[in-house]
C-alpha cells in the first residue's frame, strides 16, 4: 500500500485535455478523495480499487507514470473521468531526469560543445514557459488551480526537451510551491515562492531576449563533468546536508596543492536519517576504501580525475584514486586557505551567491576563521577574528551542543571552517574546528567536524561558559524603506493582479520619492499602474490582460528588491568587518 505514484510533467496536462471542460473545473473540488484510495503497486503496475466496479489502474516506468494512456480507469466514462484527473492532479510530480535516466545511470556525463546562440526552438519554449509564469503571477499562488498548474508542467515539459534545464527546474519548484499553497502544507512560503516566481521569469526574459551567455541559462540536465588530470588532495572537513527536496548525506570539502578548494558529495534520498550512512560510506571515486568521514581527515591522490564546472570531483570508471597522508589546517597548502583577509572572504562568499549552483565553485561561500573563543551569545557560540566579533550558530542540534561545549573554552584560540549567511550580518555556520587547545581522540586527526562528532567536556581546556548578550538578528531582510515594494511584490505573488488593485500607491511613493530612493518609487509606482490599467474591446468590454506589461512591471520590481536587499546585507558585512 503506497501513494500515489508520481508522473511527469506533462501528463497532467494530457490527462486534463481528454476532460470536458464542465469536469475540468471540478477537479480542484475532488482532490481530497485520493486521500481514501489505497494504492497497491506489483512492479511495475499500480492499482486503486475506487468501489466494486470502478479501478485505476497505472502503467509506470521506473516507478514513473510517463505516459496519459499508460492511465486507465474502468468506470463508463474513461477516459474522460474525473477519476483519472484526479489521479494525476493530486501526486506528486516526477524529476525529469529521473523520468528519462534509470537510477543505475551514471552519475555525470562528459561535457559536450553547445550552440552559444539561443534557437528558435529554446525561444519558443521559453516564451510559453513565460506565458504559463506569467498566468500564474496574475491568478497568484491561490487562485492557481490544478488547470493553470498543468499548463505550467506542460510548458516545463517543452523547456525540458529543448534542453532548458535550469528554466524547467524552476517551473518545477514553483509548480510545487502552487500544490503545497493549496494544500495548506506548513512548508509553504510566500517568500520562496517570490523567489522561485523571480528566477522563472528571470531566465525566460533573458533566453528570449539573450541577455546573458545563453549556455549559463540553459543548464544542464545532469551536472557536466570534464577531465582535471591528476590531483593531490587533502582533506579539510565533512559537512552535513539536509535539504528541503528530500535529500540528505554530506559534502567533505578538500584543497589541493595550489590551494583550490574540490568537494565529494554523496546524496542520497530521504531525510536526516541518510547523514550518518553517507558520512560512514566509502567514497564513490576509485578504490580508497575511504569512508567520507576518513577522507575529510586524510587525503587522497588521485589520477585521470573528472571534476563539473563547479569542482566537484566525479566518479567514472577511469578514475583511479588511493588514500594519502593528510595535512593540519596550519601546514600546506590548507593554510593558505586562512591567509586570505575576512573582508576579501566576505566580498567572495557574497560573489558566488549570485551564481547558478551548478557554477558555483566549491567552497566559494566558506569562511575560513582564526578565532577566539570570547563565550555563548545565547544558542551561537561568539569569537573574535582580527578584532571583528561573529556568532557562530548550528543548522542542527549536534552541532548547536559542541557550540556550547567550545563556549566553556574562553581566551581559547581555534581555526574554524564556516558559511556565511549573506543576510545575518556577523554570523555564520560553523562546520568544523581545529585548535591545539583541544585534547580529542588520536582517530579525530585533530578536526572536529560539528554536525557529526561529539565534544565532550574533557576535550576543551577547563573553565566557564561566558554568558553574553546575543546580537540581535535583523527583523527582515529587506531594509524598512522598501516594505511598501516588498509587501505589493509578496502580496501580488500569494494572492495574484487583483489583490494590488484595490490599493493605492501614491503614498507610499511620495515618501520614497522624499528619502532619496527615486527609483525604487519609479518601479513601485509602475508596478502599481499595470495592476490597475485595463484592456476593452470594440464595444468598451473589459477584456482580460495578456500583454507582458503586468508581468515585466512584477519581475523589474522583484528584481529590484532582490538587488537591493542583497547589496544592503553586504554593505552591513563589509562595515562589520572593516569596523
Not at 337 to 360: G, I, K, N
Not at 480 to 503: D, E, F, K, Q, S
Not at 543 to 554: E, I
Request: charged share 20%.
Amino acid at each position: 500500500m503506497t501513494g500515489l505514484p508520481p508522473v511527469a510533467p506533462s501528463v497532467l496536462a494530457d490527462v486534463l485535455d481528454d476532460l470536458p471542460p464542465r469536469l475540468r473545473t471540478r477537479v480542484d473540488a475532488a482532490l481530497a478523495r485520493a486521500a481514501d484510495w489505497v494504492v497497491t503497486v506489483d512492479g511495475d503496475q499500480a492499482s486503486a480499487p475506487l468501489d466494486d466496479e470502478t479501478t485505476v489502474t497505472w502503467r509506470l516506468s521506473g516507478g514513473v507514470l510517463t505516459a496519459s494512456d499508460a492511465l486507465t480507469c474502468s468506470c463508463l466514462l474513461a477516459p474522460r473521468c474525473l477519476h483519472r484527473g484526479v489521479a494525476v492532479a493530486a501526486a506528486p510530480t516526477a524529476d525529469p531526469v529521473s523520468v528519462e535516466a534509470p537510477r543505475e545511470a551514471p552519475a555525470e556525463i562528459l561535457a559536450e560543445d553547445v550552440t552559444e546562440d539561443v534557437t528558435d526552438a529554446e525561444r519558443t519554449a521559453a516564451t510559453a514557459l513565460w506565458s504559463a509564469g506569467a498566468t500564474v503571477l496574475r491568478a497568484g499562488a491561490s487562485g492557481s488551480g490544478t488547470v493553470v498548474r498543468a499548463e505550467l508542467l506542460r510548458a516545463v515539459h517543452r523547456a525540458r526537451v529543448v534542453g532548458l534545464h535550469r528554466a524547467a527546474a524552476s517551473g518545477l519548484r514553483v509548480a510545487a510551491a502552487l500544490t503545497a499553497a493549496r494544500t495548506s502544507d506548513p512548508s509553504f512560503d510566500r517568500a520562496e515562492l517570490t523567489e522561485d516566481l523571480l528566477d522563472l521569469l528571470l531566465l525566460c526574459h533573458d533566453l528570449r531576449t539573450g541577455t546573458a551567455a545563453p549556455a549559463l541559462l540553459r543548464g544542464t540536465a545532469r551536472r557536466e563533468y570534464r577531465p582535471v588530470g591528476s590531483l593531490r588532495l587533502y582533506g579539510l572537513c565533512t559537512e552535513a546536508v539536509v535539504a528541503g527536496t528530500g535529500h540528505a548525506g554530506v559534502v567533505t570539502h578538500l584543497v589541493d596543492e595550489s590551494g583550490v578548494l574540490w568537494s565529494v558529495p554523496a546524496i542520497l534520498p530521504g531525510g536526516a536519517e541518510r547523514v550518518a550512512t553517507a558520512a560512514n560510506g566509502p567514497v564513490a571515486i576509485g578504490e580508497s576504501g575511504l569512508t567520507h568521514r576518513a577522507l575529510g581527515r586524510s587525503g587522497l591522490l588521485l589520477s585521470g580525475g573528472t571534476a563539473s564546472p563547479d569542482h566537484r570531483l566525479g566518479a567514472g570508471r577511469k578514475v583511479r584514486a588511493v588514500a594519502a597522508r593528510g595535512v593540519g589546517w596550519h601546514e600546506a597548502p590548507a593554510v593558505s586557505l586562512w591567509q586570505e583577509p575576512l573582508p576579501d572572504q566576505v566580498s567572495r562568499a557574497f560573489a558566488a551567491h549570485t551564481l547558478p549552483d551548478s557554477h558555483r565553485p566549491a567552497g566559494a561561500d566558506l569562511l575560513f576563521l582564526d578565532a577566539e573563543v570570547l563565550g555563548a551569545a545565547g544558542p551561537a557560540l561568539r569569537v573574535a577574528t582580527d578584532d571583528t566579533p561573529l556568532d557562530l550558530t548550528g543548522e542542527d542540534d549536534r552541532t548547536r551542543e559542541n557550540l556550547r561545549v567550545l563556549a566553556t573554552a574562553t581566551g581559547a584560540r581555534l581555526r574554524v571552517i564556516a558559511r556565511l549567511l549573506p543576510h545575518h550580518p556577523g554570523t555564520a555556520v560553523a562546520l568544523a574546528v581545529q585548535g591545539d587547545a583541544l585534547t580529542l581522540p588520536s582517530a579525530m586527526n585533530g578536526t572536529v567536524d560539528l554536525a557529526l562528532d561529539r565534544l565532550q567536556r574533557s576535550h576543551v581546556p577547563t573553565g566557564e561558559a561566558r554568558e553574553l548578550l546575543p546580537r540581535r538578528p535583523p527583523e527582515q531582510r529587506v531594509p524598512p524603506p522598501l516594505h511598501p515594494l516588498r509587501n505589493l511584490v509578496h502580496r501580488i505573488a500569494l494572492a495574484g493582479r487583483p489583490v494590488a488593485t484595490a490599493t493605492s500607491a501614491d503614498r507610499d511613493t511620495g515618501a520614497l520619492t522624499a528619502n532619496g530612493l527615486a527609483t525604487t518609487a519609479s518601479v513601485l509606482a509602475t508596478l502599481t499602474a499595470t495592476t490597475h490599467a485595463r484592456h476593452r474591446d470594440a464595444f468598451g468590454r473589459t477584456t482580460d490582460d495578456h500583454t507582458d506589461d503586468f508581468p515585466r512591471a512584477w519581475l523589474t520590481a522583484a528584481l529590484h528588491l532582490r538587488a537591493f536587499t542583497t547589496a544592503t546585507a553586504r554593505q552591513a558585512w563589509r562595515s562589520h568587518t572593516e569596523a
